[in-house]
């Protein structure tokens, strides 16, 4: 079992109730990954509705209320509406009696019209892989911030990393080619942690420092082909203490398999 699966997985109480153990190796800054944790709470919504033929999230947004910390944690699930092609389900992830994060998500099958696809998107382009910049090259104040950089590969585009040498380019734009940690093959719900897992873009500025979530919403468009993927986040607007991220995750076929937006406060 790859170290995702493993620290993702969540245990069936019944009634709508699992319980999960959130795992120290996905922190960042003051509390775990916002991506982890929305990953977490996804595998307990697939626990739910597999059942009934919807085991693919389509469309999740997640609002973080507290940072969430390793040690037991538990996921309550309410589906909201089944019926159809699709099933509505909110879930709470709570730790210590405290809401970590609260979700309104939207699940079905996404083999259904899986062949159906028209896109006016353009295609990430990377430098190959051997040219690009991996987290030994980071610097070590922020990979010792960061742990959660030892679960996956990112090699980031050497265009964008200027940041990790005191040269920020201010374009408010990072690039990645993505794998996680155990040559673990993306899924739809591993896209969950992908859409979060790069450094905040406002790096990218020079704005340094632990990025905290305050939403996130991701759409799931296909799963994805075996393979290394590219991530793509960027911004556009800096304003009252916040930024927003708009992320897309290419899959190794050329298709664009993922989508997110999140509201984040500037790093402190």
Wanted: proline residues 7%; aromatic residues 6%.
């Amino acid at each position: 079992m790859s170290y995702f699966d493993r620290t993702t997985s969540v245990t069936d109480l019944g009634g709508g109730r699992y319980d999960a153990e959130l795992d120290g190796g996905w922190k960042v800054g003051g509390g775990l990954n916002g991506g982890y944790l929305l990953a977490t709470v996804g595998r307990a919504l697939r626990e739910t509705l597999a059942p009934a033929g919807k085991p693919d999230p389509i469309s999740v947004s997640a609002y973080y209320l507290s940072a969430a910390v390793a040690g037991p944690a538990q996921v309550a699930v309410d589906v909201r509406r089944d019926g159809g092609s699709t099933a509505v389900v909110a879930a709470d992830l709570v730790q210590d009696g405290q809401t970590r994060l609260t979700v309104l998500a939207t699940y079905g099958d996404l083999d259904r019209d899986a062949d159906d696809v028209q896109t006016t998107a353009t295609e990430i382009e990377l430098p190959p892989r051997e040219e690009c910049v991996g987290k030994d090259h980071l610097p070590p104040p922020f990979r010792d911030m960061a742990p959660l950089l030892s679960r996956f590969d990112a090699l980031q585009d050497p265009a964008h990393t200027g940041w990790a040498v005191g040269e920020p380019d201010h374009s408010g734009v990072l690039a990645a080619w993505f794998r996680l940690q155990d040559e673990r093959e993306p899924d739809p719900l591993s896209l969950l942690l992908t859409c979060d897992a790069l450094p905040p873009v406002l790096f990218t500025h020079g704005r340094m420092g632990w990025a905290p979530t305050i939403e996130l919403t991701v759409h799931v468009r296909a799963k994805p082909a075996p393979g290394w993927l590219k991530v793509r986040h960027a911004t556009r607007n800096i304003a009252g203490g916040m930024f927003e991220e708009d992320c897309e995750v290419w899959d190794a076929g050329g298709r664009l398999v993922a989508q997110s937006r999140q509201l984040a406060r500037v790093p402190r």
